[in-house]
């Protein structure tokens, strides 16, 4: 049974699309049936694993507006185990559509729930923001994995994304569970991220990843090539850090089964 973990973070530029993409793409060169939704309306995780959002035909918000049956929006990219359903421009507009809606909260889930099943694991990047649409992912996940970068504000917004947590856990989805807190845009070089990393992990815990992500150059460099890291540059710090992330996520729920 396909295990659904959203990314999600309201902040931007922290590193969401980038962990959604790598994230993905490294549990899939695990030989783990992965299937990416691109849940944000800027599209780049869609045209980070090489898929143009102008050229295919279906995407998730036709999903959504009941327009096409999910099996007919799942595309292919250039890795076996590693499929995608794209995001597009429309899904914007998605919020107000749904907003009238008995239900609404439940669209996505509803969609997943046909296919999900065809998927070691279903990884939802979700739009920067906690409007109805991460409010969809979260009532369609099992977990979240929420990316903080290491930076001056890190926790800024946070406690605003915990609440939403814990409202869509007492209210529709009482099996959400935090995955991990996941550190990433860290330099070694700054006593600011490593005070960061510090406060993080006083404040999440055992919820945060052993795994940090690093400012790396061929991390911002790939999605202009549509392609994850790892096959863009699979020695580079980043790569090697997001496969070290999969093995983690991996092993974590190999014990969990036990």
Request: hydrophobic fraction near 40%; charged fraction near 25%; aromatic fraction near 8%.
């Amino acid at each position: 049974m396909g295990k659904v973990i959203a990314i999600t973070n309201q902040k931007g530029g922290v590193g969401k699309t980038t962990t959604a993409v790598n994230l993905a793409a490294s549990v899939a060169v695990a030989e783990r049936k992965v299937l990416l939704v691109d849940f944000d309306p800027q599209s780049n995780s869609t045209s980070g694993v090489g898929v143009d959002k102008e050229v295919v035909e279906n995407n998730i918000y036709r999903v959504l507006a009941g327009d096409v049956d999910i099996e007919h929006a799942i595309y292919d990219t250039s890795l076996d185990f590693l499929k995608i359903i794209p995001s597009s421009r429309e899904l914007a507009g998605a919020e107000i559509e749904l907003v009238s809606q008995i239900g609404r909260e439940f669209f996505l889930k509803n969609a997943l729930s046909k296919i999900k099943d065809e998927f070691d694991y279903v990884f939802i990047d979700c739009p920067p923001s906690l409007g109805l649409l991460t409010v969809n992912a979260l009532c369609a996940a099992d977990s979240v994995i929420i990316p903080i970068q290491c930076e001056y504000f890190a926790l800024e917004g946070v406690s605003d994304l915990m609440r939403t947590i814990d409202l869509i856990k007492s209210s529709v989805n009482p099996s959400l569970e935090i995955e991990g807190v996941l550190l990433t845009m860290f330099d070694d070089r700054t006593n600011l991220s490593k005070q960061v990393v510090e406060e993080i992990k006083s404040f999440f815990k055992e919820k945060v990843f052993e795994t940090i992500i690093p400012r790396n150059v061929r991390l911002g460099e790939a999605p202009s090539f549509g392609l994850p890291v790892l096959l863009y540059e699979v020695k580079s710090k980043g790569a090697q850090s997001y496969l070290k992330l999969a093995k983690e996520l991996l092993e974590y729920e190999k014990k969990s089964v036990r």
